[in-house]
């Protein structure tokens, strides 16, 4: 089993920046892949990021690009999320995903998190 633990929501002005952090214990994840989702109030859970295991390959949605950053540090068995220029409409509750399927896609993961607030005011 892996249990994957958020860090790094909080309340921030628009324009400001934030990092989240995903902690995986349990299992190393050094060869899943990784990904970043959120979810609004109201709304469904949606893609944000996802990283490969060497972080190689990564991706991201559209609503991020250019904004967003995913990276991970296998070492400290942790991922990244770097958020810059945040807008209100990034205000959700921010989830981690992880797997060993060797794929970034965006759904059908096996383990999760439990969710970090990130709250943009405007």
């Known amino acids: 089993q892996v249990q994957l633990v958020e860090s790094g929501g909080g309340l921030v002005q628009a324009g400001g920046s934030l990092r989240l952090s995903c902690t995986a214990f349990?299992?190393?994840?050094?060869?899943?892949?990784m990904a970043w989702f959120r979810q609004a109030p109201g709304k469904e859970r949606d893609f944000v990021a996802g990283i490969n295991w060497n972080g190689f390959s990564r991706y991201n949605s559209d609503s991020v690009k250019g904004r967003f950053t995913i990276s991970r540090d296998n070492a400290r068995n942790t991922m990244y999320l770097q958020m810059n220029s945040l807008k209100s409409e990034d205000t959700a509750v921010y989830y981690c995903?992880?797997?060993?399927?060797?794929?970034?896609?965006?759904?059908?993961?096996?383990?999760w998190g439990q969710g970090t607030q990130v709250t943009v005011s405007s």
């Open positions: 349990g299992r190393t994840v050094s060869t899943y892949t």
């Open positions: 995903a992880t797997d060993d399927s060797g794929v970034v896609r965006i759904r059908g993961y096996d383990y």
